[in-house]
Structures are given as structure tokens and as C-alpha cells.
């Protein structure tokens, strides 16, 4: 295996495992019951779902940003970086080609807005905004393997500039 893509493939790794957990974990009755539970048991589905969302979408872009430093490219910055992060990779920038198409961009980001609205609102998040997130969830940690798998080989057959 190319020494450049190991890290990457291990954050996308990591990033499906905890989506597809986050997914597993929402399912679960004791999920359904911690929205209105005040035992510490029940409430242990909700904080685990929460950070394994947390972690896999974290691990995701963690893994874009690597991609972007093995084609020299300057990651984003200002306020809303993590946003233009997911705008930029589903766009072909020199010669790196887009990461994602439309559909993986439109799951990710509600990834990423799921994740931000956790990081505010973690005391008291409302749980329907959790369905739109575990579709994304689910959806990624099905196709991330995928998508890198796509994006290396058409990488790896261009020849080197």
C-alpha cells in the first residue's frame, strides 16, 4: 500500500466504524427511552450516540484534511472552515479531483451541522434533529470505504506531474 494513503484510509475507517455504532446505538430501546429518562444507564445510549457521531464525522474530516496535504493544498481557514472543507472537496482543485459527489457532500455536511448543533446544544438537544443526521450516518459509513477506494485508483493512475 502507498505510504500516502494509510493514515487517510485509517481516519475513513475510523469514521465509518463510529457512524455505522452512532446508527447501531440510535436504533437500540434504550436509545428511544433516554430522551425521557433521567437513569444514568439509559442516559449512557444517549452521551455514546452522541460522541460516536461526534467521532465519525471528526475522523472524516480529519481524513479530507490529510487528503489535502498530500496535494499540497492549503487547508481552509476563517470561521466557517469546516463548511468550505466540504465545499472544496467536492470540487476538482489542480490536480487533485473531487473527493465527493453531490450525494456523499449533502450527507456529510448534515454530519457536520449535526455535529455543531451537538457541540451548542449538547444539554438540551431535541432528538428529532438526530434523523436526518443518522440517515447521513448511515449512508457515509456504507460508502466512505467506497468513495476513498474510487477516488485512490483514479488517483494513482494519472501519471505523476
Known amino acids: 500500500m502507498d505510504a500516502r494513503w494509510i493514515l487517510i484510509k485509517q481516519d475513513f475507517a475510523s469514521a465509518a466504524y463510529h457512524l455505522k455504532l452512532a446508527c447501531e446505538l440510535y436504533a437500540s430501546p434504550e436509545f428511544a427511552a433516554a430522551s425521557t429518562s433521567d437513569d444514568i444507564q439509559t442516559k449512557a445510549y444517549l452521551m455514546a450516540f452522541l460522541h ?32 468550505d472543507l466540504l465545499s472544496r472537496v467536492k470540487i476538482q482543485v489542480g490536480c487533485r479531483p473531487p473527493i465527493f459527489d453531490e450525494t456523499s457532500h ?18 438540551h438537544l431535541d432528538l428529532k434533529h438526530a434523523v ?27 501519471p505523476s506531474k
Not at 449533502?106 to 444539554?123: I, P
Not at 459509513?141 to 477506494?149: A, H, I, K, T, V
Open 52 to 83: 460516536a457521531m461526534q467521532s465519525g464525522y471528526t475522523s472524516l474530516e480529519n481524513g479530507l484534511l490529510r487528503l489535502l496535504i498530500v496535494f499540497d493544498e492549503a487547508r481552509p481557514t476563517g470561521g466557517f472552515w469546516q463548511k
Open 106 to 123: 449533502k450527507h456529510a455536511d448534515e454530519l457536520r451541522r449535526f455535529r455543531n448543533l451537538v457541540m451548542t446544544g449538547y444539554s
Open 132 to 158: 436526518a443526521a443518522v440517515t447521513s450516518a448511515s449512508y457515509m459509513s456504507q460508502n466512505l470505504d467506497e468513495l476513498l477506494f474510487k477516488f485512490i485508483n483514479f488517483v494513482d493512475q494519472e
